[in-house]
């Protein structure tokens, strides 16, 4: 069980106070230290930026979005896919022009990619111009680390400890005034045999029930509408942290707190997604009636070879007693093609799921190698060309489901929450409804935070089309 630190009374919030005093006696002529956050990967980095652009403002940097004006970039990174670690590689090459303009320009690499020695090697040997790495359950490390460095000190690739600790009271700068993450765990125990998040995550470590709700009432105070709780896998959410409370009854807790909010979570792994857990969805007012369940293949051979610890069946069973308790649920799932030894057969198996299932909406992938999985050592890695022909013919189908999903939803009333105006849409605004569908629709930008009823007039594949009911 790892240990719960509170961090601001620790040595972090020693160091940030040093960092913030060190700027001050060097900002002579009154000049603003500015601090640069450029994030990829999933909402968990997400969450995790707005905890170091937190811990930034508290060391006394003020947010710019300029990496050109900036004396600390921190880049958040991501390696699920190569794709990911390669643009995020890129990107980085192109801070060395800045920092030769600016030498004392700090440059902060963290997050998933760096929790890969062979990536923090990497870094130090031909990237010189970074000065830190700190891995992903580590943010309390950064403040420590930068302070060492601002007093010239060498520059230093920290590695991930064997069981990293819970930091509460770290202070978050949140991007949204309505919208927010919380973490209930961190790190995941399940390894499935294509995934690095394992081994870069560490093991599942679960915050305390009281801190959660703690948070989550702080927000609904503050007037935030819409809260999604994240974890690798939340339905182990307190195994092994010594509380008993499970992860339906942490939502229970939740969705009783007074006030108009709307509460999400991700990622529910089907193996542990419980009756309990759909019980919980089905009679909780305040919980979304949506479930992402990554089914990953439709074909019980690849599921096994994934690790994944369930079969069609006992997917399709789940969603049955979901759909009967709550019958307008939205499904979500991942779909992973090109899984090493994947035949016509298992993908062909895959489509049929997705005709069987009809989700409202997938997130598909091709298949990435990642080095230190099993999978990447699996024979039968499956050529480019039919991988991508592959994720063309799912993609299509999928499309013409989630047409079709959509066009059910023509001429019906939804709530929405807004999210001011939208990008491309000529001055219109959008939202997004508590099943997640986006919503684009006429209306004035001040309402942008708030919950408006919108009639569907229009569907298409990704928006729904629609006007303000008064
Ligand atoms: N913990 C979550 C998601 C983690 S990563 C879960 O279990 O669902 C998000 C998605 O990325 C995964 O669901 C999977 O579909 C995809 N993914 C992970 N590793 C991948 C790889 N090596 N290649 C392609 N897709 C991958
Ligand atoms: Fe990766 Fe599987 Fe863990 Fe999700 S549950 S993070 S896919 S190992
Ligand atoms: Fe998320 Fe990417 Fe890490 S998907 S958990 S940021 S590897």
Same mark, same amino acid.
């Given at each position: 069980?790892?240990? %719960?630190?509170?961090?601001?009374?620790?040595?972090?919030?020693?160091?940030?106070?040093?960092?913030?005093?060190?700027?001050?006696?060097?900002?002579?002529?009154? *000049?603003?230290?500015?601090? &640069?956050?450029?994030?990829?990967?999933?909402?968990?980095?997400? +969450?995790?930026?707005?905890?170091?652009?937190?811990?930034?403002?508290?060391?006394?940097?003020?947010?710019?979005?300029?990496?050109?004006?900036?004396?600390?970039?921190?880049?958040?990174?991501?390696?699920?896919?190569?794709?990911?670690?390669?643009?995020?590689?890129?990107?980085?090459?192109?801070?060395?022009?800045?920092?030769?303009?600016?030498?004392?320009?700090? !440059?902060?690499?963290?997050?998933?990619?760096? #929790?890969?020695?062979?990536?923090?090697?990497?870094?130090? @040997?031909?990237?010189?111009?970074?000065? %830190?790495?700190?891995? =992903?359950?580590?943010?309390?490390?950064?403040?420590? @680390?930068?302070?060492?460095?601002?007093?010239?000190?060498?520059?230093?690739? +920290? +590695? /991930?400890?064997?069981?990293?600790?819970?930091?509460?009271?770290?202070?978050?700068?949140?991007?949204?005034?309505?919208?927010?993450?919380?973490?209930?765990? &961190?790190?995941?125990?399940?390894?499935?045999? $294509?995934?690095?998040?394992?081994?870069?995550?560490?093991?599942?470590?679960?915050?305390?029930?009281?801190?959660?709700?703690?948070?989550?009432?702080?927000?609904?105070?503050?007037? $935030?509408?819409? %809260?999604?709780?994240?974890?690798?896998?939340?339905?182990?959410?307190?195994?092994?942290?010594?509380?008993?409370?499970?992860?339906?009854?942490?939502?229970?807790?939740?969705?009783?707190?007074?006030?108009?909010?709307?509460?999400?979570?991700?990622?529910?792994?089907?193996?542990?997604?419980?009756?309990?857990?759909?019980?919980?969805?089905?009679?909780?007012?305040?919980?979304?009636?949506?479930?992402?369940? =990554?089914?990953?293949? #439709?074909?019980?051979?690849?599921?096994?070879? @994934?690790?994944?610890?369930?079969?069609?069946?006992?997917?399709?069973?789940?969603?049955?007693?979901?759909?009967?308790?709550?019958?307008?649920?939205?499904?979500?799932?991942?779909?992973?093609?090109?899984?090493?030894?994947?035949?016509?057969?298992?993908?062909? +198996?895959?489509?049929?799921?997705?005709?069987?299932?009809?989700?409202?909406?997938?997130?598909?992938?091709? &298949?990435?190698?990642?080095?230190?999985? =099993?999978?990447?050592?699996?024979?039968?890695?499956?050529?480019?060309?039919?991988?991508?022909? *592959?994720?063309?013919?799912?993609?299509?189908?999928?499309?013409? !489901?989630?047409?079709?999903?959509?066009?059910?939803?023509?001429?019906?009333?939804?709530?929405?929450?807004?999210?001011?105006?939208?990008?491309?849409?000529?001055?219109?605004? /959008? #939202?997004?409804?508590?099943?997640?569908?986006?919503? !684009?629709?006429?209306?004035?930008?001040?309402?942008?935070?708030?919950?408006?009823?919108?009639?569907?007039?229009?569907?298409?594949?990704?928006?729904?089309?629609?006007?303000?009911?008064?």
């Amino acid at each position: 069980m790892s240990e %719960i630190i509170s961090m601001l009374n620790a040595s972090t919030g020693s160091a940030a106070e040093k960092v913030r005093t060190l700027l001050r006696s060097r900002s002579g002529d009154g *000049r603003l230290f500015r601090y &640069y956050v450029r994030t990829f990967g999933c909402q968990q980095n997400e +969450a995790d930026s707005e905890k170091l652009a937190g811990l930034a403002e508290l060391m006394g940097y003020v947010k710019t979005e300029e990496p050109g004006a900036a004396d600390l970039i921190i880049v958040n990174t991501c390696a699920v896919r190569e794709h990911a670690e390669r643009k995020t590689l890129s990107i980085i090459g192109q801070y060395k022009h800045i920092k030769e303009n600016n030498p004392s320009l700090v !440059i902060a690499v963290c997050g998933c990619m760096v #929790g890969q020695e062979h990536r923090r090697t990497e870094l130090k @040997m031909r990237y010189p111009y970074v000065d %830190i790495t700190f891995p =992903p359950g580590s943010l309390h490390l950064f403040p420590g @680390m930068l302070l060492d460095r601002l007093r010239g000190g060498k520059r230093s690739f +920290a +590695a /991930e400890p064997e069981q990293p600790d819970v930091a509460e009271d770290v202070p978050v700068r949140r991007e949204s005034s309505y919208r927010a993450w919380v973490s209930v765990m &961190y790190g995941c125990n399940n390894f499935c045999t $294509y995934c690095i998040v394992p081994y870069v995550r560490g093991r599942e470590r679960s915050r305390r029930p009281d801190d959660i709700e703690a948070e989550v009432r702080g927000l609904v105070t503050e007037g $935030y509408r819409d %809260i999604t709780l994240l974890g690798q896998n939340v339905n182990s959410y307190g195994r092994g942290s010594g509380s008993d409370c499970t992860f339906p009854q942490l939502l229970r807790r939740l969705a009783s707190i007074e006030g108009d909010f709307v509460l999400h979570f991700m990622t529910s792994h089907p193996k542990d997604a419980t009756r309990e857990l759909i019980d919980a969805i089905a009679d909780e007012k305040k919980i979304a009636k949506q479930l992402h369940l =990554p089914l990953q293949s #439709g074909s019980d051979r690849i599921l096994k070879l @994934m690790n994944r610890h369930y079969n069609f069946g006992e997917y399709r069973d789940k969603l049955a007693y979901l759909r009967e308790r709550i019958p307008d649920v939205s499904v979500t799932s991942d779909i992973i093609v090109g899984f090493p030894g994947e035949t016509e057969e298992d993908f062909e +198996a895959t489509l049929e799921a997705l005709r069987e299932v009809r989700y409202d909406r997938i997130f598909s992938f091709i &298949y990435s190698p990642r080095s230190g999985t =099993p999978a990447a050592n699996m024979k039968d890695q499956i050529p480019d060309n039919v991988k991508n022909s *592959r994720f063309e013919r799912l993609v299509a189908l999928q499309n013409e !489901i989630s047409l079709e999903k959509n066009r059910q939803l023509e001429g019906e009333t939804l709530r929405v929450l807004c999210d001011g105006v939208s990008k491309g849409n000529g001055g219109m605004l /959008e #939202g997004r409804t508590e099943q997640d569908k986006i919503v !684009i629709f006429a209306g004035d930008p001040s309402l942008s935070g708030h919950f408006v009823n919108v009639r569907v007039t229009r569907a298409e594949t990704f928006n729904l089309y629609g006007e303000i009911i008064k």
